[in-house]
């Protein structure tokens, strides 16, 4: 008998997959906006390892706060997020706006990262057989892959 879901539910699956195109954009395009907006590529390159630095700690944050608030919630704060991160980067001019931008989109990009697994095995169409499964990994990773494109 197959499961029964609610469309917004079945669309919390498809939204961890969506997102997956703006989730990687940054991290192929930020040097050299950096680069378009003054600064030296060496500084661009070095303020890139914000995206790092603000990845942990989103693991950790968005990850315990999935547990105490629920995923559904939690999923919604970080592509809200995310969401906010990248309409920052289309103003950010001054170096410091870029460096909040690179920072903060790295906490959110952290909780995508701590999130998503568990989005995908929680809300359908993920969470059914492996092969649903390895499909939206297939879909992340061709995401991933076209960016540079």
Known sequence: MPVRTLPETRSAGDSLVVVSI????????????????????????AMLSLFGVGSTPGRFMLGNLADRIGRRRSVVAMFAGMATMQLWWLVAVAT???????????????????????????FPPFSGKSSDRQRSYLSSHTSSIRQPL
Request: hydrophobic share 50%.
């Open 22 to 45: 703006g989730a990687f954009t940054p991290f192929v395009h930020f040097v050299p906006y950096a680069e378009d907006r003054g600064l030296a590529h060496g500084s661009a390159v």
């Open 96 to 122: 410091w706006e870029i460096a909040t931008f690179a920072l903060l989109f790295g906490i959110f990009y952290g909780g995508y990262v701590a999130l998503y697994g568990a989005g995908r095995v929680t």
